[in-house]
Nanobody, 131 residues
Framework: QVQLVESGGGLVQAGGSLRLSCTAS????????MGWFRQTPGKDREFVSL??????????VDSVKGRFTMSSNNVNGKDTVYLQMNHLKPEDTAVYYC??????????????????????WGQGTQVTVSS
């Protein structure tokens, strides 16, 4: 079983920065993909970014490219990912969720990364960007 714990959300003015962290406790079989999703009231959970632990590649939704950077590390034996969010906009306001899934073989990013692909989720952290 995998447990994900996020931290780092908060309130920031437009143009500001925040860094989210997510630490995974436990592992499952295969190679991990850890991703960030976000959700606003009444809308589906939206893919933001992911890291493939197989080769370290990171992928982003178009709306955050050039502003958000995802990185990874292993801290005290636990997989940890970060989402550095710069030049934040009011439309980035959402609850941000960390998620993980595991795969065997080779992963190909297709540009579509649905939330239902993910087996493990964090509790979410609120990011609010004021105008």
């Amino acid at each position: 079983q995998v447990q994900l714990v996020e931290s780092g959300g908060g309130l920031v003015q437009a143009g500001g920065s925040l860094r989210l962290s997510c630490t995974a406790s436990g592992r499952s079989h295969g190679t991990a993909i850890m991703g960030w999703f976000r959700q606003t009231p009444g809308k589906d959970r939206e893919f933001v970014s992911l890291i493939d632990w197989g080769d370290g590649s990171a992928y982003y939704v178009d709306s955050v490219k050039g502003r958000f950077t995802m990185s990874s590390n292993n801290v005290n034996g636990k997989d940890t990912v970060y989402l550095q969010m710069n030049h934040l906009k009011p439309e980035d306001t959402a609850v941000y969720y960390c998620a993980a899934r595991y795969y065997s073989g080779i992963y190909y990013y297709t540009g579509v990364e649905p939330a239902w692909n993910y087996d493990f989720w964090g509790q979410g952290t609120q990011v609010t960007v004021s105008s």
